[in-house]
């Protein structure tokens, strides 16, 4: 085992306060009885109550990449989950620009890896337009389905994942439509309450 030289007690602290002073990125507000409103700076959706925000333990198990989605929510029994990333764009962008950002999105993950296999796609216009497509990717020792899903908030590009292992797509797949109907934006998400 090699010895820890003294300055890299420094870093060893910091980078562990920097994980017990990290603050959740989502507000939790109940709803109903099996509801609740994740909100994410300037955007809500509402889940099941068994979704919580991913401690970072569990996110390094998930995702071994250091590229990870900025909001991670899990589900507490099943190995199911939502991410979130936000991309600040510019110009505005209309629902046909968010088809278009899809197929760009589609063909990328083709190029990275010939093995996905795509299925549907489709665009819900309720409070925010979301489209979205699902496919098949492959882990290590399992077979992942994903739903893929982009809205826009305030000038910025939301790109959403939700997975769960292949064989219970059936059981997530409408589900999953339902809830990305529940996706609302606007500046008084982004309050506190």
């Known amino acids: 085992m090699e010895s820890v030289k003294e300055h890299d007690i420094d870093k060893l602290f910091l980078q562990m306060q920097r994980e017990l002073l990290k603050e ?52 507490s029994i099943e190995p199911v989950g939502f991410t979130f990333q936000a991309i600040d764009w510019t110009g505005d962008c209309m ?17 990275t890896d010939g093995k996905q296999v ?7 216009n309720n409070d925010v337009p979301v489209v979205w497509f699902d496919y098949k990717s492959f882990a290590i020792d399992e077979r992942i389905y994903n739903i893929m899903f982009l809205f826009m908030k305030e000038g ?5 994942t939700f997975y769960c292992v292949f064989k219970d797509y059936e059981k997530w797949k409408a589900r999953v439509l339902e809830i990305l109907s529940t996706i ?9 309450i």
């Not at 509402?46 to 990449?65: C, D, G, N, R, Y």
């Not at 934006?185 to 506190?192: C, M, Q, T, V, Y």
């Open 118 to 124: 795509f299925y549907d796609e489709g665009q819900l």
């Open 24 to 75: 959740e990125k989502t507000e939790l507000i109940a709803l109903q009885e099996n509801l609740a409103e994740f909100r994410v700076n300037g955007f809500s959706i509402s889940l099941p109550i068994e979704f919580q925000e991913a401690k970072w333990a569990v996110v390094k198990t998930i995702f071994l990449s250091k590229n990870r989605p900025d909001v991670i929510l899990v589900h």
């Open 184 to 192: 609302k934006a606007g500046e008084e998400l982004n309050e506190r």
């Open 95 to 111: 629902e046909s620009d968010l088809s278009l950002i899809m197929k760009q999105i589609q063909e990328t993950l083709k190029l």
């Open 156 to 160: 910025q590009l939301v790109i959403g």
